[in-house]
């Protein structure tokens, strides 16, 4: 493998992690303030390719599709948190990941009746559309960008759970809902909120995923399992662990697919398998 | 009265065959295979509180099972249907050996990803599974060589009742069998339970084992009764489809899962015929289940009964 593959490769590997993390990360996000697991949460990120498409498509404009397509979907995510997953919070957990499983039936069958089953191309801005050299290298600039959104967004939630008042009130409902509760936090408000946010990013990570491989039905289900195996490698529950295992995954992905295209999935598994076998509570997450 | 319920559910089922037209009792003997796939995955739900999001693809592995049996060797069809659970029992072992190895919350993501592992698996590895196009022109055999046929819709209703109520009075038997009650208290507290000097993963993974059997031989009895066996039969949205049966129905009851069967099955009959979006409908429906009855249909009648 010459010098100018390997770069490549690592670029590669850092694009699809940068899509995983903003994925799982709200994944761990909502298990940590809600202690569900969201399995309609791929469906969002799915119906973030889906509206950021129809607004390209309407306006011509990538950027508008990437300021308005995450904010709508983060509301549709609140609207759905507050009028069904809110009335059972205190039911077992069986109950919360059921219904979310019935969301994620929903939101899917929604997304074939108003756009159908064909998969739908999305042109990225003419100025990330080209390549740059990077030394022997020749890389698609939109793979970068990915890359910068990913480091971003990692970066920009991290100082927002630290830094601002907002974020110390997740970290408190994050530790312990009831005691915050207690101390004057609107518990509910909170869960509303993380859970919008969270739907946000995946519907970030759909928009930006769109140029590069297009908005399709099965996406949703697709990253959703990527994502469930990023957050069993990492951990539910900790951003380190979402990055960390986003990169794994990225990089088994990546790797597996460069010399055999079919063990490319196999390795991913491998490497999950392993976790389970030797640190089942994941890398970052806590042993219970 | 309750004792005899289940008697006289079989023999209506028994007699209904000369009752309806061709296309209702081919409609019935689908009911009946899907009511088993259903009640298997009760077994995890209802009993162990283990909820799988890949129960699909052990009856994909019970459906691939059977088709490669019955082309490849003409087998008689109970070969195939041991073969076909047999199969689906063996992948089961290492799946839920690692889906069990985490804490519970893990348990579901973890189904769902290696139900789609395999889904991928079916659909890649085209010289043994056909691909998309999955294995058609699945024969239905004899008994035995030289055997009674099966291939009569009569014959083959009646192979797939007998196989329902066999696997319907195994299923009763592990609930209420010690190691059934066992299922229970780690549902309850598994904390609890393993302070008891148990071991609740050995008996989770056999429960698993056990469902996927099960399951197997619903997916073993679907293949040649369609003609066919394709990865569609693996996929997430038939196990989402059971997941409902089991919600309607109602969890940890084992008959509430079979008559959850026959009502969305004949729910997606009446809607498909209206509209090609019903999965919309069945996923309102399930949700508003799930909120307002969780204990599904026989839960809400037993607390009309009790009332």
Redesign the interface.
């Known amino acids: 493998m010459s010098p100018a593959i390997a770069v490549e490769q690592l670029l590669n590997t850092a694009a699809l992690s940068a899509l995983l993390f903003l994925v799982s990360v709200g994944l761990s996000l909502v ?1 940590g303030i809600l202690r569900v ?1 969201n ?1 309609a949460h791929g469906m969002f990120y799915m119906l973030g390719a889906y509206i950021g498409f129809s607004i390209v498509s309407r306006s011509g404009s990538f950027w508008l599709a990437l300021a308005l397509a995450p904010p709508l979907v983060g509301l549709i995510g609140a609207a759905l948190e507050s009028t ?1 997953l809110r ?2 919070y205190r ?5 919360q ?3 979310t ?6 939101l ?3 997304v ?2 108003v756009w159908g089953a064909t998969a739908q191309a999305v042109d990225p801005p003419a100025w990330l559309a080209g390549s740059v050299t990077l030394g022997a290298t020749v890389y698609p600039t939109y793979r970068l960008f990915l890359i910068t959104v990913g480091a971003v967004v990692g970066g920009g939630l991290w100082l927002f759970l630290k830094t601002t008042r907002a974020g110390l009130v997740i970290r408190a409902v994050a530790q312990n809902g009831e005691m915050a509760g207690c101390l004057g936090t609107d518990v509910r408000r909170v869960r509303t909120a993380v859970f919008g946010l969270a739907c946000a990013l995946a519907g970030l990570g759909g928009v930006v995923a769109a140029p590069m491989l297009t908005a399709y039905l099965g996406m949703g ?2 990253v ?2 990527e994502a ?2 990023v ?2 490698i990492g951990g ?1 529950g900790s951003i380190g662990g979402s990055i960390v295992g986003s990169l794994i995954v990225g990089a088994a992905q990546t790797w597996g697919g460069f010399f055999i295209s ?1 063990v490319a ?1 196999a390795i991913m ?1 491998a490497v ?2 392993a976790v ?2 030797f640190r ?3 890398l970052f997450g806590d042993e ?1 | 009265m309750k004792r005899w319920a289940p008697a006289g559910g079989v023999a209506v089922l028994a007699v209904l065959p000369w009752l309806l037209a061709r296309h209702q009792l081919s409609i019935l003997t689908e009911l009946l295979i899907f009511g088993a796939f259903a009640m298997s995955l009760d077994l995890l739900m209802g009993y162990a509180g283990m909820v799988s999001f890949g129960h699909a693809a052990y009856f994909g592995l019970g459906a691939y099972g059977s088709a490669l049996c019955l082309l490849h060797f003409q087998a008689p069809l109970p070969v195939a249907l041991a073969a076909g659970a047999l199969l689906a029992a063996a992948v089961a072992w290492p799946v839920g050996y690692l889906c069990t190895r985490a804490s519970g919350i893990y348990f579901g993501m973890l189904t769902l990803a290696f139900a789609q592992l395999l889904y991928t698996v079916a659909f890649k590895w085209r010289d043994l599974t056909g691909g998309s196009d999955g294995l058609t022109g699945v024969p239905k055999t004899a008994l035995w060589p030289g055997g009674p046929a099966t291939a009569g819709p009569h014959a083959y209703y009646f192979l797939v009742l007998t196989v329902s109520v066999v696997a319907f009075v195994a299923c009763r038997g592990v609930v209420r069998s010690p190691f059934g009650r066992a299922l229970e208290a780690i549902r309850e507290n598994e904390r609890k339970f393993a302070t008891l000097g148990q071991d609740p993963r050995r008996l989770k993974v056999t429960v698993f084992v056990v469902a996927a059997l099960v399951a197997g031989v619903a997916g073993a009895l679907a293949a040649p009764f369609r003609g066919f066996a394709s990865p569609e039969l693996m996929f997430w949205l038939l196990s989402g489809q059971a997941l409902m049966m089991v919600i309607v129905g109602g969890m940890g009851t084992l008959i509430g899962p079979v008559l959850g069967a026959f009502i969305f099955l004949l729910l997606q009959e009446i809607a498909s015929s209206y509209t090609e979006h019903w999965m919309l409908l069945n996923g309102v429906i399930f949700v508003v289940m799930v909120i307002f009855f969780p204990g599904g249909l026989v839960g809400a009648l037993r607390g009309w009964w009790a009332r």
Do not use: D, H, N, Q
């Open positions: 298990f697991v399995f069904t009335f059972i039911r077992p957990p069986i109950y990941v059921l219904l499983f019935g969301l994620s039936l929903i899917e069958e929604a074939r009746i289900i697709g959703i399992v469930f195996v957050v069993v539910l079919e999935m598994y999950m398998a389970l076998i089942p509570w994941g219970e």
